[in-house]
C-alpha cells in the first residue's frame, strides 16, 4: 500500500509538505503543489480523511439540509453543490429535513455536530430562532438559500419578481382571463414560495386593471400530476375557458399541457401555458417558462460556503432569472370572458 512516505520521496518534499499540500492547509507553492498531485496521482495515494482532519483542523465535509429529495428543484439544487464541493475537494453530509420538531431537532443538536462539518447550506428551509441559534452555535459557515433570513448569509431568490414576470409575459399577450395553478399551505412553510409567487401574479392583474377571479386559482403540488388534476378541472368546467394558464412551477405547467390535449385544446392557440424553473423537460414540451437555474443556485452556494471558507471568492447574493420563451404562449386570439 503506498504511504505518505512515498509520495514525499518521489516528489522530493518532506511528508509534512505532501500533508499540507492534499489536505488544502497551510500555502504551498505551485509548483510543489504540481510535484505532489503529480506523484500521488502516479502512486494511487489517496490522503486519509483522518489524517487530513487532524492536519488542517478540517473534516473537509459540507452539511446540506434539504426539505425534499424526491421533487427536481431540490434534487437538482444539490446537484449543483456537490459537484461544487466535489472540485474543491469536498464531501457532502446530506439531511432531508421534515416539520417534524423532533427530527429537526436532532438534526440541529446531533446529527451536524457529531459529522463534525465544515460549514452548513440550508435549501430553501425555513428556519425559526431556535434553530437559527442552534447552527450559530456551532460556529461554522452557513449559507441558505432561498431567504432572506435574519442573521445568516442567504442566497435570495426574488419569488415575487419571478411571478411578475410570467404574469407580465401574458398580459402583454393580451391575456386577461389567466388562471393560476400554485400550491397548497402545506408546501408554505419555507420561505412562503406559493405565498409569494401568487403574490406576484395578482400584483401584475392589479396593475393591469384585471379583476381576480377566485375560481381561476387552484391549488396542486408542484407536480406533473398534481397540474395535470387542477387544469382538468379548470378546463372541464362549464363556461367560458381562461385564455392562459400561469402555473407556479415547471412540473405542474406540463400537467396543463398534458391535461389540455387531452381535452382537445391547442397550446398555444385556445391555451397559452408558462411555467417557473427552468425544468429540463420544459424544452421538451415546448414550454415558456421562467428559468430560475436551480443548478446554478446550488453551485453559487457551494461557491459561497468556500468563500467563507476562505477558498474562493463570493459569489452575488441575489439569484438570477430570465424568461425563456418557447411555443406554449402566444398572443390571445379570442375576446376573454
Same mark, same amino acid.
Given at each position: 500500500?503506498?504511504?505518505? !512516505?512515498?509520495?514525499?520521496?518521489r516528489?522530493g518534499?518532506?511528508?509534512?509538505?505532501?500533508s499540507?499540500?492534499?489536505?488544502?492547509?497551510?500555502?504551498?507553492?505551485?509548483?510543489?503543489?504540481?510535484?505532489?498531485?503529480?506523484?500521488?496521482?502516479?502512486?494511487?495515494?489517496?490522503v486519509?480523511?483522518?489524517?487530513?482532519?487532524?492536519a488542517s483542523?478540517?473534516?473537509?465535509?459540507?452539511?446540506?439540509?434539504?426539505?425534499?429529495?424526491?421533487?427536481?428543484?431540490?434534487?437538482?439544487?444539490?446537484?449543483?453543490?456537490?459537484?461544487?464541493?466535489?472540485?474543491?475537494?469536498?464531501?457532502?453530509?446530506?439531511?432531508?429535513?421534515?416539520? !417534524?420538531?423532533?427530527?429537526?431537532?436532532?438534526?440541529?443538536?446531533?446529527?451536524?455536530?457529531?459529522?463534525?462539518?465544515?460549514?452548513?447550506?440550508?435549501?430553501?428551509?425555513?428556519?425559526?430562532? !431556535?434553530?437559527?441559534?442552534?447552527?450559530?452555535?456551532?460556529?461554522?459557515?452557513v449559507?441558505?438559500?432561498?431567504?432572506?433570513?435574519?442573521?445568516?448569509?442567504?442566497?435570495?431568490?426574488?419569488?415575487?419578481?419571478?411571478?411578475?414576470?410570467?404574469?407580465?409575459?401574458?398580459?402583454?399577450?393580451?391575456?386577461?382571463?389567466?388562471?393560476?395553478?400554485?400550491?397548497?399551505?402545506?408546501?408554505?412553510? !419555507?420561505?412562503?414560495?406559493?405565498?409569494?409567487?401568487?403574490?406576484?401574479?395578482?400584483?401584475?392583474?392589479?396593475?393591469?386593471?384585471?379583476?381576480?377571479?377566485?375560481?381561476?386559482?387552484?391549488v396542486?403540488?408542484f407536480?406533473?400530476?398534481?397540474g395535470?388534476?387542477?387544469?382538468?378541472a379548470?378546463?372541464?368546467?362549464?363556461?367560458?375557458?381562461?385564455?392562459a394558464?400561469f402555473?407556479a412551477?415547471?412540473?405542474?405547467?406540463?400537467?396543463?399541457?398534458?391535461?389540455?390535449?387531452?381535452l382537445?385544446?391547442?397550446?398555444?392557440?385556445?391555451?397559452?401555458?408558462?411555467?417557473?424553473?427552468?425544468?429540463?423537460?420544459?424544452?421538451?414540451?415546448?414550454?415558456?417558462?421562467?428559468?430560475?437555474?436551480?443548478?446554478?443556485q446550488?453551485?453559487?452556494a457551494?461557491?459561497?460556503?468556500?468563500?467563507?471558507?476562505?477558498?474562493?471568492?463570493?459569489?452575488?447574493?441575489?439569484?438570477?432569472?430570465?424568461?425563456?420563451?418557447?411555443?406554449?404562449?402566444?398572443?390571445?386570439?379570442?375576446?376573454?370572458?
Amino acid at each position: 500500500m503506498t504511504s505518505i !512516505d512515498d509520495v514525499a520521496r518521489r516528489a522530493g518534499v518532506s511528508t509534512a509538505t505532501v500533508s499540507r499540500t492534499l489536505s488544502g492547509g497551510a500555502a504551498v507553492s505551485p509548483a510543489t503543489r504540481a510535484r505532489v498531485i503529480e506523484a500521488a496521482d502516479a502512486l494511487g495515494y489517496v490522503v486519509s480523511s483522518r489524517a487530513s482532519s487532524l492536519a488542517s483542523g478540517r473534516t473537509r465535509t459540507v452539511g446540506v439540509i434539504v426539505p425534499y429529495l424526491d421533487r427536481w428543484f431540490f434534487s437538482t439544487v444539490l446537484s449543483g453543490v456537490s459537484t461544487a464541493l466535489m472540485r474543491a475537494g469536498y464531501d457532502i453530509s446530506l439531511y432531508n429535513i421534515t416539520p !417534524d420538531r423532533e427530527v429537526r431537532r436532532h438534526v440541529f443538536d446531533t446529527f451536524l455536530r457529531r459529522q463534525g462539518v465544515d460549514a452548513v447550506i440550508a435549501v430553501s428551509i425555513e428556519l425559526d430562532d !431556535d434553530e437559527t441559534r442552534r447552527l450559530l452555535d456551532l460556529g461554522l459557515p452557513v449559507i441558505a438559500i432561498g431567504g432572506p433570513h435574519p442573521g445568516l448569509d442567504t442566497l435570495t431568490v426574488d419569488e415575487i419578481g419571478i411571478a411578475r414576470l410570467a404574469t407580465e409575459h401574458l398580459v402583454a399577450r393580451g391575456h386577461r382571463d389567466i388562471a393560476y395553478i400554485g400550491a397548497g399551505a402545506e408546501f408554505d412553510t !419555507d420561505f412562503h414560495v406559493p405565498t409569494n409567487r401568487r403574490r406576484g401574479f395578482e400584483q401584475v392583474l392589479a396593475a393591469a386593471g384585471i379583476p381576480l377571479d377566485p375560481a381561476r386559482v387552484l391549488v396542486a403540488d408542484f407536480t406533473i400530476q398534481g397540474g395535470h388534476r387542477a387544469a382538468t378541472a379548470l378546463l372541464s368546467a362549464e363556461g367560458p375557458r381562461p385564455t392562459a394558464i400561469f402555473a407556479a412551477s415547471d412540473e405542474m405547467a406540463i400537467g396543463a399541457i398534458l391535461a389540455a390535449r387531452e381535452l382537445g385544446i391547442r397550446v398555444p392557440e385556445d391555451l397559452a401555458v408558462i411555467g417557473i424553473d427552468g425544468h429540463e423537460l420544459g424544452a421538451i414540451f415546448d414550454l415558456t417558462t421562467v428559468d430560475q437555474f436551480p443548478l446554478q443556485q446550488g453551485e453559487r452556494a457551494a461557491a459561497a460556503v468556500l468563500a467563507r471558507l476562505g477558498e474562493a471568492e463570493p459569489p452575488a447574493a441575489a439569484s438570477p432569472f430570465v424568461l425563456t420563451e418557447r411555443g406554449s404562449t402566444a398572443a390571445a386570439e379570442r375576446p376573454s370572458a
